[in-house]
């Protein structure tokens, strides 16, 4: 099998496997794998995040940013700017979002923009994870290119467990996660080491 056809096989059932979640599941999943994500020291200790407007089948982020936000953490969001590029913006959850690219929530283009350098924690959605912090998108790119920028940022993922895989085939600018928390467990990789 080619390597994009695995990956096309694996995006099927990791998401096949986390559209089949209840709502109401869902929901005490994602409560479960935010505070679970927030009690990781790096994660508690940021300054500026960036976080993402999760789409309806991904795990709710809402409650994590929501914590960061109360302890003093700037949340920032990103905005499809191009074809191959994301812009990041300081902003709320629930307020200055609209419709986007793939039908996403991001900021508007009015929203403040902030520099990538600042970031020193980056929530990293994904399809599907491995142990190593291998990760698989939609195949964008666009995260590989951005996370190519903030090399010292703290990565994490939060992820069902029904999105962990056993290898996700990975290409050489294929960026990585330092962390993968899922409602039941807390990984942590050792790429950087």
Request: proline residues 5%.
């Amino acid at each position: 099998m080619s390597e994009a056809a695995d990956k096309a096989r694996i995006r099927a059932i990791a998401r096949t496997a986390r559209q089949s979640i209840p709502d109401d599941v869902r929901a005490t999943l994602s409560a479960a794998a935010c505070k679970r994500a927030f009690e990781l020291t790096q994660v508690a200790r940021a300054v500026r995040a960036l976080g993402f407007a999760a789409a309806p089948e991904e795990l709710d982020l809402a409650l994590l940013l929501t914590t960061l936000r109360a302890a003093g953490v700037e949340i920032c969001l990103p905005r499809i700017a191009s074809a191959d590029s994301l812009t990041l913006h300081a902003c709320s959850l629930d307020a200055e979002l609209e419709g986007g690219p793939f039908g996403l929530r991001q900021p508007t283009a009015t929203t403040p923009q902030v520099a990538s350098d600042g970031i020193d924690l980056v929530i990293v959605p994904g399809v599907a994870f491995d142990a190593t912090g291998a990760r698989l998108g939609f195949g964008g790119g666009y995260y590989d290119r951005l996370l190519a920028t903030m090399p010292h940022a703290f990565r994490i993922a939060l992820a069902f467990d029904e999105q962990l895989v056993d290898v996700v085939p990975t290409q050489a600018h294929d960026q990585r996660v330092d962390a993968i928390v899922t409602p039941t467990r807390t990984l942590m990789t050792a790429w950087r080491d």
